[in-house]
């Protein structure tokens, strides 16, 4: 049985998010630790939008949506996408993408992107199933000395 995955906004870092944030970042990386002003600031941020994937009440995923205007065109950007371990498979992330791709749709974006690593199986098998399209495009990233 498929459990009913509810996606919400997040208004307020409230401890019971905070507890569930704490607990699924590092599951995003080795290296994601818990920041809870960090936390505070992204959900304070205009162009940053916090949703979180609740399953039988509990908060059992997340994913960062990023909104900004450009020249070109409003750009938004699908970042930090997290399923807790033992809720996986159970279209949690799918849920969580497509209110992600609903939310940014609805304030005019006019693309959608997204990075994962090859080595993402999971992640990126969910992303194609969704519709999103691989980019022939390099990605950089450049590591000022001072924030090692
Ligand atoms: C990627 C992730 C968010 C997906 O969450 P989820 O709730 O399991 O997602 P869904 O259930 O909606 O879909 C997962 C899909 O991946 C598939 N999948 C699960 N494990 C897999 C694996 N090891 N290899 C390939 N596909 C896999 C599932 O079968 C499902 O696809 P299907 O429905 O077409 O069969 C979750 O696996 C996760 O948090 N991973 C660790 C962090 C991460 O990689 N984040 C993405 C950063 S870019």
Redesign the pocket.
Known sequence: VTETVVVEQVDELTQELGDALRRLLP??SASATFDADLLHRVVEHEASTLLVARVAGSVR?ALTLVMYPLPTGIRAHIDD???DEE????????ALVRAALDLAESRGARTID???RPS????I??YE?LGFVRRDSNLYRYLPPSSS
């Open positions: 599951q995003l995923g996408v997290v399923v809720a996986r498979g159970q279209g949690v992330g799918a997204l990075t994962s993402r199986a999971a992640a098998r969910l199933r």
